[in-house]
């Protein structure tokens, strides 16, 4: 009797193990998931909801150490590390440590923050003491930047997409919602003239898939809002792409609304520089609710740009963090 139960308890472990292991494989592969709308719900529930649950699961295991076979053993620490992973836990990219990037006379600071929760003496306050040279705002529909900060400073609002710039500025062109049935601008391009050149700015609030979650977190999953909406996402993301390929000196900042390890933000976004993935450090979520956090908010720079720091600032309320990047710009013949 004892021999029938220690084998099914054997078993039980077995099975347990194997699908620690596929789970951790299923979100390691999120950033190459195929775009099937079977996938969406799925994809948003394991981009955007807690992602501690995978880190409890493995070490779980440790509960049953005695079972696990040698090669079992030998696995458990990759899964480890692959539920780490998951975390969004960030190391800088080792080559990035030795780039000498301390041409203070090309550098820029570039601060990206959705100020939907946050105040206007928050703002102001972090322009006082972080003092940007570039300072891009999404839902700031209640904010008068001309008020707020004086004539030393070219500013423009346009649908909550606000730029505050030490630089002039022209704006090259807007995309807007309606284009595909929705509302409100969703990226504002601009051409800055710095004094190391010129930059080809873009700031940009992308659809995000909140309805969705909030469907099928109380178990009212909705398909059709949620191809509705990956379409939207996709379209977005799409055309950022399309402007931004094979523009020089570009940067395009703001909340993305995805991880970075989202299938679209791989397939649309791979090719630019994300400062976080750069050189930060720990987490670095920008976005929290109630219970957990995660980062869509994002800098992302071409390869003619190098970064010299990287800072998520968190000390302001409000649900979004502003990320704030030193770029440095490189000195070429332009």
């Known amino acids: 009797m004892w021999d029938k139960k220690n084998k099914i308890f054997h078993y039980f472990v077995n099975f347990y193990f194997v699908a620690c292991c596929l789970a951790c494989l299923l979100v390691t592969l999120l950033p190459w998931w195929p775009t099937l709308n079977l996938f969406i719900i799925p ?5 955007f909801g807690p992602r501690w ?4 699961i493995v070490l779980l295991m440790l509960l049953f150490w005695r079972f696990l076979s040698k090669r079992q053993f030998v696995i458990f620490p990759l899964l480890v590390a692959l539920a780490f992973n998951y975390l969004d836990f960030q190391l800088p990219n080792l080559a990035t440590l030795f ?5 203070k006379a090309s550098q820029i600071k570039v601060i990206t923050f959705n100020i939907g929760g946050g105040s206007k003496d928050e703002l102001q306050l972090l322009v006082k003491y972080m003092k940007p040279d570039i300072l891009l705002l999404q839902e700031a529909l209640k904010v008068n930047l001309e008020v707020l900060f004086d004539q030393r400073y070219y500013s423009e609002c346009i649908s909550g997409l606000c730029i505050l710039s030490k630089f002039p500025f022209q704006q090259t062109n807007r995309l807007n919602r309606k284009m595909f049935g929705g509302w409100g601008t969703f990226a504002t391009f601009y ?4 004094p190391y050149g010129e930059l080809s700015l873009a700031n940009i609030h992308l659809e995000t898939p909140r309805s969705v979650l909030m469907g099928a977190i109380y178990r009212h999953p909705d398909q059709q809002l949620a191809e509705s909406t990956e379409s939207n996402r996709e379209l977005e993301v ?10 020089p000196y570009t940067i395009i900042a703001g909340d993305f609304n ?7 933000y791989q397939q649309n976004f791979s090719l630019l520089n994300n400062v976080i993935e750069v050189k930060g450090f720990a987490f670095n979520r920008t976005k929290y609710t109630s219970w957990h956090g995660a980062r869509i908010d994002h800098i992302l720079y071409s390869d003619d740009i190098s970064l010299s720091s ?11 963090r502003p990320v704030m990047a030193t770029l440095v710009i490189k000195a070429v013949d332009r």
Not at 238 to 247: P, Q
């Open 99 to 103: 780039a000498n990037n301390n041409d």
């Open 238 to 247: 799409n055309l950022l792409n399309l402007w931004a390929t094979n523009r």
């Open 310 to 320: 990287v800072e998520v600032v968190e000390r302001v309320k409000g649900d979004h």
């Open 258 to 264: 995805m991880p970075a390890d989202e299938n679209l």
């Open 43 to 47: 994809k948003y529930l394991l981009l």
């Open 191 to 194: 051409n800055v003239i710095t």
């Open 53 to 56: 649950w995978l880190l409890v």
